[in-house]
């Protein structure tokens, strides 16, 4: 499915009817043929805009996943770059993709949930990608707060978050029906497979970063281009701990 080289229906099947981490672990080895894996489109927009931020010597990629937030670290960071995932099979994937002894930062994977991170306050840089529809709204303060409890004074937490699509539109109802269908899925079986595209809602996520002690900011990417109305087709949310 999607590729040759993808997965097929039979195994997304399988994944879908796992449990959140055993899914990724399934998944991992074909994780980088599908759509899933965040655009290198996406992952260069967010490296340009983040690099007017910087210097950073140590960066933390949250939810690591098949290694795609590292190579925007190994760019940005100096010294460290750090991948954080509960998935062995995603971090099984990152290490080969990332093997010792390459040019750049040193590169590290701790194998953790990112709702109890195990790291004192070490990074200047934290970001994310397409991870954040694996967590219920009531647990984003929490992994807010690791994340904050994560960085140094002055460190920034930085992801991107695209408009949401016009009511009606096709991507719209797209996105509303999986939603539907995997909320069905986890009221009939278990264990559940977290994954929303419709929580993860701009007022409440700057809601809760605030709440978690952050200052935030947002920067178009303009990279990405505007939407129809001239509006960023996305944003940069840029979150700084302060103290």
Same mark, same amino acid.
């Given at each position: 499915?999607?590729?040759?080289?993808?997965? +097929?229906?039979?195994?997304?099947? *399988?994944?879908?009817?796992?449990? +959140?981490?055993? /899914?990724?672990?399934?998944?991992?080895?074909?994780?980088?043929? +599908?759509?899933?894996?965040?655009?290198?489109?996406?992952?260069?927009?967010?490296?340009?805009?983040?690099? $007017?931020?910087?210097?950073?010597? +140590?960066?933390?990629? @949250?939810?690591?996943?098949?290694? &795609?937030? *590292?190579?925007?670290?190994?760019?940005?960071?100096?010294?460290?770059?750090?991948?954080?995932?509960?998935?062995? /099979?995603?971090?099984? $994937?990152?290490?080969? #993709?990332?093997?010792?002894?390459?040019?750049?930062? &040193?590169?590290?994977?701790?194998? &953790?949930? &990112?709702?109890?991170? !195990?790291?004192?306050? #070490?990074?200047?840089?934290?970001?994310?990608?397409?991870?954040?529809?694996?967590?219920?709204?009531? $647990?984003?303060?929490?992994?807010?707060?690791?994340?904050?409890?994560?960085?140094?004074?002055?460190?920034?937490? *930085?992801?991107?978050?695209?408009?949401?699509?016009? @009511?009606?539109?096709?991507?719209?109802?797209?996105?509303?029906?999986?939603?539907?269908?995997?909320?069905?899925?986890?009221?009939?079986?278990?264990?559940?497979?977290?994954?929303?595209?419709?929580?993860?809602?701009?007022?409440?996520?700057?809601?809760?970063?605030?709440? #978690?002690?952050? @200052?935030?900011?947002?920067? !178009?990417?303009?990279?990405?281009? !505007?939407?129809?109305? /001239?509006?960023?087709? #996305?944003?940069?949310? *840029?979150?700084?701990? $302060?103290?």
């Amino acid at each position: 499915m999607f590729t040759k080289q993808g997965p +097929t229906v039979r195994e997304l099947a *399988v994944q879908a009817l796992s449990s +959140t981490e055993r /899914g990724y672990d399934l998944l991992a080895p074909k994780f980088d043929e +599908t759509p899933y894996r965040t655009p290198d489109r996406v992952l260069d927009a967010v490296t340009r805009a983040v690099r $007017e931020l910087g210097p950073f010597d +140590t960066g933390l990629d @949250v939810c690591c996943g098949t290694g &795609a937030g *590292v190579g925007v670290l190994r760019q940005l960071c100096r010294e460290r770059a750090v991948g954080v995932d509960f998935s062995a /099979g995603m971090l099984a $994937e990152a290490r080969a #993709a990332f093997p010792p002894g390459s040019e750049g930062p &040193a590169v590290h994977w701790v194998r &953790a949930d &990112a709702r109890s991170l !195990p790291f004192a306050p #070490a990074f200047d840089l934290a970001l994310s990608f397409g991870a954040f529809g694996h967590f219920l709204p009531a $647990e984003r303060f929490g992994l807010f707060a690791e994340v904050y409890g994560s960085l140094r004074p002055g460190g920034q937490f *930085v992801f991107p978050i695209g408009a949401p699509p016009p @009511v009606g539109s096709r991507a719209y109802w797209s996105l509303f029906g999986f939603d539907a269908a995997m909320r069905v899925r986890n009221a009939l079986w278990r264990p559940r497979f977290v994954m929303y595209y419709r929580t993860f809602r701009l007022g409440d996520v700057l809601e809760d970063l605030t709440q #978690a002690g952050f @200052v935030v900011r947002l920067l !178009p990417l303009t990279d990405l281009g !505007p939407r129809p109305d /001239g509006s960023p087709r #996305a944003r940069l949310v *840029v979150a700084t701990r $302060e103290g």
